[in-house]
């Protein structure tokens, strides 16, 4: 009973989503709320403060537990380690509002279709349905399984056929009522929110409640002033975040605003066509594409004709994409099953732009609304960023731990003040009021703010070196990267390829090459009508625009495409027109007419086209995409015998190689294309030929890729090209070394009775090398050279063997993970698969790419970098306008020094707090305290200019061959802390003992001011005891006037101290602002104390000493800063020290790749060496990676 009381009580929304939730139901609960009301009022409003910080202590304390079906409350926890909640009510949607047919309140349908959820969540006879709003997406109540389900989308389980027939001919206009009122508006509404609410939300902060209450109690002990300059700092960074917060809601409000209100024709059954705000449009509806340039203001899925799209909004890029009808096909698949990985080219995404459309015969372009306002893609990306994933980041959870051992050291003071204060009879009042002060002096509320200074800094010099940023808490997770995965095309090599030869084929033999450039133009024949037709590109503006491979091929013919058939991209007419140019081979054909397209994809690793020559009637297929694709779809007769020596020969000198073919179509005389399936046409061609591209490494690759190696971070090369071109652009670049190993990963999926298998082979161009060490020459100079290591091993494998191992050979992919450098053939999807999988393996992985292909891979790694021209890309935190990758290093650069830079602040923070506390501690020993502007100088002067300085440090140029902490309570930051306040301790215990041995100490002392000439002051009652006013001063002694340099100077001391340079700033005093800060800092505490001026004395409330003991003073500061500059410098930031302890105690890194290297470094028979092994045998093998043991890591 219980467990199903359970079951109806909590289930998964969204499942197996990113945006996962677990959901509870709760009804609100009479006599609770009435107890919780009362507790807000009697608290005075703390009780409602703690339930806003924890919303489900609130829904925990006004309700009661329940089913959901029965809920007015639901309580949502997200399902990653963050487990966060939020609250929502559960509301109620009136249909009975609407005229409906009659019938409607009875057992029949509302919507036409029988699969929609609406049919399913709707009450009878009430016609109600119960919903919730969760971050912007609509939920209705379905009976039938017990749970919420999404609405704002068509289906999946729609068939292509059934989306033709259901939504083809329009809505009724009854059931887009009915949609209108259960999905809501097609709109992304981004509402620019309120000044007031923003305020409100940083006011409530739990930081600036804390500060609220120190501040309260600083102005009860009348320390105005230094309240004073708080209160109005406070305000100034409060107004600026507001300030800030308001200027990107108003950014993103404009971003989007302009696509809620696009003129659509949408089509209503029985009724014909009309104009209509998108603001309308409803999934299920039917709306024209006639030729306009049109935004578009929803997700639709092509039904009649093709068209044109930009989609650089969400990629980044800005080539032309060419979208295709949906087929009519009489598959009982779900459509997208159907169109495989590749459903994405049916569909039309919102916010991008239609440029051109292509109508059929029968009318102008159609398509099917799909999804509509925040369900889009663009409406999920502005999801995404109104509720950013939290970063899973230890920072950020050791610096509350950090908080919390602070604030168990304040409780300790508050019980010493507590004790100290009641030995002595003092009023509760002042008892209260000094244990609470000292407890606020051991936990500086600027510690959060403190860990974002370096990120704001490194985001600032990033975006001067044209690298922007949308997420700036990942500026530190950069600082931990030691794995980048890199695209090829475009990323390491040149975006644009050069068109290197032609081998054309005939009679199942290769012709001679026909070379680029070259003084003959290309022959007419089969290859060159392949080339002329074959492609996917578009004339807008007078300009041939689309991809650059194609463009590269179209040009190579010197044919040219008929712009007047374009008209300027603002009509095109039914079919694009190519036709030979003056340079061009004389061919017997006036031009070839393009009539349809199936464009290329990833997934399928091809593109082809149906052609029909000018005033002729026959139509032809030519096929261009992957060799090794190509070849299995043409007749076996037609391909030469040699294809594949001939094909290696090229893809192993790194060429880019397309294959081409043909085929001649039957399609009768009307040459009905709408029910062409791409698998039967594509099937059975004639192999042409091999297209050769060269694909240049950029300039900037090599350099790159060496300097990564050196600071011994790994990179693995992620592509869609060939496995052998891949392999050999790696070398090139320097990612495979001279001598080092490839060894080809081959599997296969079972093929009948036989079972998976698994191959391992030696690339045959591939050097052994069995040398005692293996180097990595990163110049001509430098020689860097890895111990312990006996050779260098690669993997190399391709998409296809990568899922198989995926599946059937999953306990083995740790171990070629661990030594794996090339990937290729891989789909998107699989890209980012393996992304995952290295972060499983404990790796802090970056992903460089062009945004376009990469999109969910730049989504899923630690930081994604996406090569564009746009200022900030959607597609991943990071951009870099400048299009290659230099940008890798530095970002790894400034991820460093930001991470060092919050450590150093957080250090310095909890220091300064904790000598304070020490200070105040022994003052309270004789019940005193320092002075209103003593305190001035401390927290103000110094403490916050040195907070907003201390990290404008820069990176240091070059990367270090280890990664700094990654961890705020590591031992060497924790030491550092913990040795420097015994330092204090032992300091300012030292000078507070002292100074009551010295001749001339009096314990109440009335006398300021040093007499002219007599710089060594007797008192005349020794250990008087005086009863001037100023005797029962609070602040007025010689324990005072010592223990304030010693606290202040200390500040500058750790200040300096812990503003390191070298690995991974520069040094300090390239920060000149901090350097100079220091200086001035240092110059003023030294000048009051040592001023002997009456009006200077009084304002600080110090006593007179003799100059001998203030020389004093300055010695043991002396001796403080010589010890903790070498404790910190020689001793906790010596890496090779700690590398010995480490050694000395068997301690051993964590990380799961480091156990996996580790593992299988002890087994001699890894790698296994051409050999083969299937899924029904042990697939134990161990693997040894021999190229990244890096001891000194992690």
Same mark, same amino acid.
Request: glycine residues 6%.
């Given at each position: 009973?219980e467990? /199903?009381?359970?079951?109806?009580?909590?289930?998964?929304?969204?499942?197996?989503?990113?945006?996962?939730?677990?959901?509870?139901?709760?009804?609100?609960?009479?006599?609770?709320?009435a107890?919780?009301?009362?507790?807000?009022v009697?608290?005075?409003?703390?009780?409602?403060?703690?339930?806003?910080?924890?919303?489900e202590?609130?829904?925990w304390?006004n309700?009661?537990?329940?089913?959901?079906?029965e809920?007015?409350?639901?309580?949502?926890?997200?399902t990653?380690?963050?487990?966060?909640?939020?609250?929502?009510?559960?509301?109620?949607?009136? &249909?009975s509002?609407?005229a409906?047919?009659?019938?409607?309140?009875s057992?029949?349908?509302?919507?036409?279709?029988?699969?929609?959820?609406?049919?399913?969540?709707?009450m009878?006879?009430?016609?109600?349905?119960?919903?919730i709003q969760v971050?912007k997406?609509?939920y209705?109540w379905d009976?039938?399984?017990?749970?919420?389900?999404?609405?704002?989308?068509l289906?999946d389980?729609?068939?292509c056929h059934?989306?033709?027939?259901k939504f083809?001919?329009?809505?009724?206009?009854?059931?887009?009522?009915?949609?209108?009122l259960?999905?809501?508006?097609?709109?992304?509404?981004?509402?620019?929110?309120?000044?007031?609410?923003l305020?409100f939300?940083e006011i409530?902060?739990?930081f600036?409640v804390f500060?609220?209450?120190?501040?309260?109690l600083?102005l009860?002990?009348?320390?105005?002033?230094?309240?004073?300059?708080?209160?109005?700092?406070?305000?100034?960074?409060?107004?600026?975040?507001?300030f800030d917060?308001?200027?990107?809601?108003?950014?993103?409000?404009?971003?989007?605003?302009?696509?809620n209100?696009?003129?659509?024709?949408?089509?209503?059954?029985n009724?014909?066509?009309?104009e209509l705000?998108?603001?309308y449009?409803?999934?299920?509806d039917?709306?024209?594409?006639?030729?306009?340039?049109?935004?578009?203001?929803?997700?639709?899925? &092509?039904?009649?004709?093709?068209?044109?799209v930009n989609e650089g909004?969400?990629?980044?890029?800005?080539?032309?994409?060419?979208?295709?009808p949906?087929?009519?096909?009489?598959?009982l698949?779900?459509w997208k099953t159907?169109?495989?990985?590749d459903?994405?080219?049916?569909?039309?995404f919102?916010g991008?732009e239609?440029i051109?459309?292509?109508?059929?015969?029968?009318g102008?372009?159609?398509a099917?609304?799909?999804?509509?306002g925040?369900n889009?893609? /663009?409406?999920d990306?502005?999801?995404?960023?109104?509720?950013?994933?939290?970063?899973?980041f230890?920072?950020?959870r050791?610096a509350?731990?950090?908080?919390?051992g602070?604030?168990?050291?304040?409780?300790f003071?508050?019980?010493?003040?507590?004790?100290?204060f009641?030995?002595?009879k003092k009023?509760?009042?002042d008892?209260?009021?000094m244990?609470?002060?000292?407890?606020?002096a051991?936990v500086?509320?600027?510690?959060?703010?403190a860990l974002?200074?370096?990120?704001?800094y490194?985001?600032?010099?990033?975006?001067?070196?044209?690298i922007?940023?949308?997420?700036?808490?990942?500026?530190?997770?950069?600082?931990?990267i030691?794995?980048?995965?890199?695209?090829?095309?475009g990323?390491?090599?040149?975006?644009g390829?050069?068109l290197?030869?032609?081998?054309?084929?005939?009679?199942?033999r290769?012709?001679?090459?026909?070379?680029f450039?070259?003084?003959?133009p290309?022959?007419w024949?089969p290859?060159?009508r392949a080339m002329a037709?074959?492609?996917?590109l578009?004339?807008?503006?007078?300009k041939?625009?689309?991809?650059?491979l194609?463009l590269?091929?179209?040009?190579g013919t010197?044919? +040219?495409?008929?712009?007047?058939a374009a008209?300027d991209?603002a009509i095109a007419?039914?079919?694009?027109?190519?036709r030979p140019g003056?340079?061009?081979s004389?061919?017997?054909?006036?031009?070839?007419?393009i009539?349809?397209?199936f464009?290329?994809?990833?997934?399928?690793q091809?593109?082809s086209?149906?052609?029909?020559?000018?005033r002729?009637?026959?139509?032809?297929l030519?096929?261009?995409?992957?060799?090794?694709?190509?070849?299995?779809l043409?007749?076996?007769d037609t391909?030469?015998?040699?294809?594949?020596?001939?094909?290696?020969t090229y893809?192993?000198?790194?060429?880019?190689?397309?294959?081409?073919?043909?085929?001649?179509l039957?399609?009768?005389?009307?040459?009905?294309?709408?029910?062409l399936?791409?698998?039967?046409?594509?099937?059975?061609?004639?192999?042409?030929?091999?297209?050769?591209?060269e694909?240049?490494?950029?300039?900037?690759t090599?350099?790159?890729?060496r300097?990564?190696?050196a600071?011994r971070?790994?990179?693995?090369?992620?592509t869609?090209?060939?496995?052998?071109?891949?392999?050999?652009?790696a070398?090139?670049?320097?990612?495979?070394?001279?001598?080092?190993?490839?060894?080809?990963v081959?599997?296969?999926?079972p093929?009948g009775?036989?079972?998976?298998?698994?191959a391992?082979r030696v690339?045959e161009?591939?050097k052994?090398?069995?040398a005692?060490h293996?180097?990595?020459?990163?110049?001509? +100079?430098?020689?860097?050279?890895? +111990?312990?290591e006996?050779?260098?091993y690669?993997?190399?494998?391709?998409?296809k063997?990568?899922q198989?191992i995926?599946?059937?050979f999953?306990?083995?992919?740790?171990?070629?993970l661990?030594?794996?450098?090339?990937?290729?053939?891989?789909s998107?999807?699989?890209?980012?698969?393996?992304?995952?999988?290295f972060?499983?393996l404990?790796y802090c992985?970056?992903m460089?790419?062009?945004?376009a292909?990469?999109?969910g891979?730049l989504?899923?790694?630690?930081?994604g970098?996406s090569?564009?021209e746009?200022?900030a890309?959607?597609?991943s935190?990071?951009?870099?306008?400048?299009p290659?990758?230099q940008?890798?290093?530095?970002?790894?650069?400034?991820g460093?020094?930001?991470?060092?830079?919050?450590?150093?602040v957080v250090k310095y923070?909890?220091?300064?707090?904790l000598?304070?506390?020490?200070?105040t501690?022994l003052?309270?020993?004789?019940?005193?305290?320092f002075?209103?502007?003593?305190?001035?100088?401390?927290?103000?002067?110094i403490?916050?200019?040195?907070?907003?300085t201390?990290?404008?440090?820069?990176a240091y140029?070059?990367?270090?061959?280890?990664?700094p902490?990654?961890?705020l309570?590591?031992p060497?930051?924790?030491l550092?802390?913990?040795?420097?306040v015994?330092?204090?301790?032992?300091?300012?215990?030292c000078?507070f003992l002292?100074v009551?041995?010295?001749?001339?100490?009096?314990?109440l002392?009335?006398q300021?001011h040093?007499?002219p000439?007599?710089q060594?002051m007797?008192?005349t009652?020794?250990?008087?005891?005086?009863?001037?006013?100023?005797?029962h001063?609070t602040?007025?002694?010689?324990?005072?006037?010592?223990?304030?340099?010693?606290?202040?100077?200390?500040?500058i001391i750790a200040a300096?101290?812990?503003?390191?340079g070298?690995p991974?700033?520069k040094?300090?005093y390239?920060?000149?602002?901090?350097?100079?800060?220091l200086a001035?800092q240092?110059?003023?505490?030294?000048?009051?104390?040592?001023?002997?001026i009456?009006a200077?004395y009084?304002g600080?409330?110090f006593?007179?000493?003799p100059?001998?003991?203030?020389?004093?003073?300055?010695?043991?500061? &002396?001796?403080?800063?010589c010890?903790?500059l070498?404790? +910190?410098d020689?001793?906790?930031q010596?890496k090779?020290?700690w590398l010995?302890?480490?050694?000395?105690f068997?301690?051993?890194?964590?990380?799961?790749?480091?156990k996996?290297?580790?593992i299988?470094?002890?087994?001699?028979?890894?790698?296994?060496?051409?050999?083969?092994?299937?899924a029904?045998?042990?697939?134990?093998e161990?693997?040894?990676?021999?190229t990244y043991?890096?001891?000194?890591e992690?």
């Open positions: 009973m467990e /199903k009381f359970w079951k109806d009580h909590c289930v998964l929304l969204n499942k197996d989503e990113e945006n996962e939730l677990e959901i509870f139901g709760y009804k609100t609960h009479g006599w609770r709320r107890l919780c009301i009362a507790g807000y009697l608290s005075c409003g703390a009780l409602l403060l703690l339930c806003y910080w924890k919303p202590w609130d829904v304390a309700c009661i537990q329940c089913s959901l079906e809920a007015d409350i639901v309580l949502l926890r997200t990653d380690e963050f487990q966060r909640y939020t609250w929502k009510k559960v509301t109620c949607i009136d &249909l509002t609407l409906l047919p009659v019938g409607s309140k057992d029949s349908r509302l919507v036409a279709d029988k699969d929609s959820v609406i049919n399913r969540a709707v009878k006879p009430q016609l109600k349905m119960r919903c971050q997406i609509r209705i009976f039938s399984v017990k749970e919420f389900k999404k609405v704002g989308s289906e389980s729609n068939t059934s989306i033709h027939h083809g001919a329009g809505l009724t206009r009854e059931e887009q009522k009915i949609r209108q259960v999905c809501g508006p097609n709109a992304i509404e981004v509402e620019i929110r309120p000044i007031w609410k305020l939300k409530l902060n739990p600036y500060q609220a209450f120190t501040l309260t600083w009860s002990q009348g320390y105005i002033e230094y309240s004073v300059a708080i209160i109005i700092l406070s305000i100034i960074s409060i107004g600026l975040t507001v917060l308001r200027q990107q809601s108003t950014k993103l409000h404009d971003l989007v605003e302009e696509h209100k696009v003129q659509v024709t949408v089509c209503t059954k009724e014909g066509c009309k705000e998108s603001h449009l409803v999934p299920g039917m709306f024209l594409l006639d030729g306009k340039k049109l935004a578009l203001p929803c997700d639709a899925v &092509l039904i009649d004709g093709s068209c044109v909004m969400l990629t980044g890029e800005s080539i032309p994409v060419t979208k295709t949906l087929p009519l096909s009489e598959s698949m779900p159907h169109s495989m990985e459903y994405r080219r049916h569909v039309l919102c991008t239609v051109q459309t292509k109508p059929t015969g029968r102008p372009a159609r099917v609304v799909l999804q509509t925040f889009t893609a /663009k409406g990306l502005v999801r995404s960023i109104l509720y950013p994933k939290p970063v899973n230890k920072l950020y050791d509350f731990k950090f908080i919390v602070l604030s168990a050291v304040g409780v003071g508050l019980i010493y003040t507590v004790c100290v009641v030995s002595h009023p509760v009042a008892v209260v009021a244990a609470l002060l000292l407890l606020t051991a500086p509320p600027a510690i959060p703010a974002t200074t370096g990120t704001v490194a985001q600032r010099r990033l975006k001067k070196k044209k922007f940023c949308i997420s700036p808490q990942r500026i530190n997770i950069c600082g931990q030691n794995l980048v995965c890199f695209d090829k095309t990323t390491l090599t040149e975006d390829l050069d290197w030869g032609v081998i054309p084929s005939e009679g199942s290769f012709q001679k090459i026909h070379k450039p070259s003084s003959t290309l022959p024949g290859v060159c037709s074959c492609h996917s578009v004339v807008l503006d007078k041939i625009q689309g991809d650059p194609d590269k091929m179209f040009e010197h044919w +040219e495409i008929d712009s007047s008209q991209g007419c039914d079919t694009c027109v190519v003056p340079k061009a004389s061919a017997p054909v006036e031009g070839i007419a009539l349809h397209q464009p290329f994809s990833s997934a399928l091809r593109m086209v149906v052609s029909q020559n000018i002729e009637e026959q139509y032809d030519y096929m261009k995409g992957a060799p090794e694709i190509v070849s299995s043409c007749r076996q391909v030469p015998a040699n294809f594949l020596k001939e094909l290696k893809t192993s000198q790194g060429f880019r190689v397309i294959a081409l073919a043909h085929k001649v039957n399609l009768g005389k009307d040459g009905d294309m709408s029910n399936e791409r698998e039967e046409a594509e099937s059975g061609l004639a192999f042409l030929g091999l297209l050769v591209m694909n240049r490494l950029k300039k900037e090599k350099p790159v890729l300097e990564l190696a600071a971070i790994r990179s693995v090369m992620v869609g090209d060939n496995l052998q071109t891949a392999v050999t652009v070398r090139n670049a320097g990612m495979i070394h001279v001598g080092s190993r490839v060894i080809l081959e599997a296969k999926e093929e009775s036989a079972p998976a298998s698994i391992w690339a161009d591939c052994e090398n069995t005692a293996c180097e990595v020459h990163a110049d001509t +100079e430098e020689k860097i050279t890895w +111990e312990g006996t050779c260098n690669h993997f190399a494998m391709n998409g063997s990568y198989v995926i599946k059937h999953y306990n083995l992919l740790p171990k070629i661990v030594n794996a450098t090339v990937f290729a053939r891989m998107p999807s699989q890209k980012s698969s393996l992304i995952e999988e972060q499983k404990n992985v970056g460089c790419g062009d945004g292909n990469d999109c891979a989504k899923t790694a630690h930081a970098i090569l564009s746009q200022e890309s959607v597609a935190p990071f951009t870099s306008q400048i290659n990758i940008c890798v290093p530095e970002l790894i650069r400034e460093r020094a930001a991470l060092v830079a919050s450590f150093a923070l909890a220091l300064y707090g000598i304070q506390f020490v200070g501690a003052l309270f020993w004789q019940l005193q305290i002075g209103n502007h003593q305190y001035l100088i401390q927290d103000v002067v403490t916050l200019f040195v907070c907003l201390m990290s404008l440090t820069e140029p070059k990367l270090a061959p280890y990664r902490p990654g961890q309570l590591s060497p930051l924790l550092s802390v913990i040795l420097n015994c330092f204090t301790i032992i300091m300012q215990t000078g002292l009551k041995q010295q001749p001339w100490y009096v314990a002392a009335s300021r040093c007499s000439g007599n060594t007797f008192p009652s020794p250990g008087g005891n005086g009863t001037s006013s100023s005797a001063s602040v007025l002694s010689y324990e005072d006037t010592t223990l304030w340099p010693l606290s202040s100077i200390n500040c300096f101290v812990f503003s390191k070298k991974f700033r040094p300090i390239t920060n000149r602002v901090f350097s100079v800060l001035l240092l110059a003023v505490c030294l000048f009051l104390f040592f001023a002997d009456d200077v009084s600080m409330q006593l007179c000493t100059v001998i003991w203030r020389v004093y003073t300055v010695l043991m500061l &002396l001796v403080t800063f010890v903790s070498f404790m +910190e020689v001793i906790l010596n090779h020290l010995l302890l480490k050694a000395c068997g301690y051993q890194s964590k990380s799961q790749y480091r996996w290297q580790r299988l470094q002890r087994d001699p028979n890894w790698p296994p060496i051409n050999a083969k092994d299937t029904t045998k042990s697939t134990d161990i693997y040894i990676n021999l043991e890096h001891s000194d992690d």
